[in-house]
């Protein structure tokens, strides 16, 4: 039966849109359901806040009236804006093993594109390279952590069927703290004390702490990330909306802020990989004894994942990285923690992925971002 595309555009088609990779994954154990609360506030034209600068087509293609795959058009004009650039994106992709979705599915986002006008299409980006993004292309033999992506072998295959071409790698490292290198544990009282008497000091953040401290936060992030490819900066609806949600589910053991003489220059922020528990909720839908789950186990996972490590420019290679990397693998030896996994790093930032082969991390899985022209 012939493939077809139909734009999403009532509420019932988000329904489906959201459900559909539910099916597509029944029984694959590596799958995680995001959550159907956070998904379902995503496609929210009036609640998420990057629709008060940028707008999406979502599209679901059916074969003989059944679904049979995804995906949304994007476009986000503060990325444009900032690279003095015209380029479009999309995400929320997934499909069955057959071209002729994928084919239809990018023509879609193909017309989308042209209609705006855009030189190329980049992509997977759910909506920025701030949320998930890109396609896993190793590592399937594990389930993603928090906030990191998950789909089957066969995408790479379909995508460069399609004529997508490689953009970008993102790379994700996974720590025991058994196996990596304890210098900076050992040095960690001499750093610090080095660190003071420049007027740097480290502290930890609680859940009132990064409330208090976050336009600090953000404004780390704005200096320390602004170089990297595909950066783009957070608006402040954004950064409270992200910031909301992990102080959910954020350990106060694992956040930390660097400031020289009373200024932020860095901060590190990882986070319990709940996604140990929402494993066994195949359809994202904690509701009712779901959210108790999460909220007694948070801090009982056997992993995290650091979200964030970034200090300001010139700031660097004073140790203020070391330390982070020390004291986040004290609370881990403390908890009992069995690794953690640093993602996503940009396949070119040399100098964090040196201190991770350093730190004797493994490179485990990579995220690949695409692009076509129009």
């Given at each position: ?55 999406t ?17 994007i ?82 295959s ?36 080095r ?54 589910i ?22 319990p ?35 964030a ?49 350093n ?16």
């Amino acid at each position: 039966m012939e493939v077809v595309c139909k734009l999403v555009e009532s509420r019932t088609d988000v329904e489906k849109f959201i459900r559909f990779p539910h099916d597509l994954y029944k029984g694959d154990p590596c799958y995680v359901a995001e959550m159907y609360l956070a998904q379902k506030s995503m496609f929210d034209k009036s609640r998420y806040p990057f629709f008060v600068y940028g707008d999406t087509a979502l599209f679901l293609a059916y074969r003989d009236g059944k679904i049979v795959g995804r995906i949304a058009a994007i476009n986000n004009p503060r990325y444009n804006e900032f690279h003095q650039s015209n380029v479009g994106f999309f995400g929320f992709f997934d499909s069955i093993r057959d071209q002729e979705v994928v084919k239809k599915l990018f023509a879609e986002v193909r017309k989308f594109g042209k209609n705006k006008q855009f030189d190329k299409i980049i992509g997977p980006t759910n909506y920025s390279t701030n949320e998930t993004a890109g396609v896993l292309i190793d590592g399937f033999d594990s389930p993603p952590v928090i906030m990191m992506t998950y789909n089957y072998p066969y995408y790479e295959s379909l995508l460069l069927s399609e004529g997508l071409t490689k953009e970008m790698d993102l790379l994700a490292y996974f720590l025991k703290p058994e196996e990596i290198s304890h210098k900076s544990v050992r040095l960690l009282p001499n750093i610090e004390k080095r660190l003071a008497s420049e007027g740097i000091t480290i502290k930890k953040l609680s859940k009132k702490n990064i409330h208090k401290e976050s336009i600090k936060i953000r404004e780390i992030y704005h200096k320390a990330w602004i170089k990297n490819w595909g950066f783009v900066p957070f608006t402040h609806e954004e950064f409270d909306y992200l910031k909301n949600d992990l102080s959910l589910i954020m350990d106060s053991d694992f956040t930390f802020l660097a400031e020289k003489n009373g200024e932020p220059v860095g901060f590190c922020i990882a986070i319990p990989n709940v996604n140990e528990i929402l494993i066994k909720y195949k359809k994202g839908k904690l509701f009712p004894f779901g959210f108790l789950d999460l909220w007694l186990r948070k801090n009982k996972t056997k992993t995290m994942r650091i979200l964030a490590l970034g200090v300001i420019p010139e700031m660097r290679k004073k140790g203020i990285e070391a330390v982070f990397y020390a004291k986040c693998i004290l609370a881990a030896r403390a908890k009992s923690q069995t690794g953690a996994e640093a993602s996503w790093i940009l396949e070119n930032n040399s100098e964090m992925n040196q201190a991770l082969i350093n730190l004797q991390a493994i490179k485990y899985k990579t995220y690949r971002l695409y692009s076509f022209t129009l």
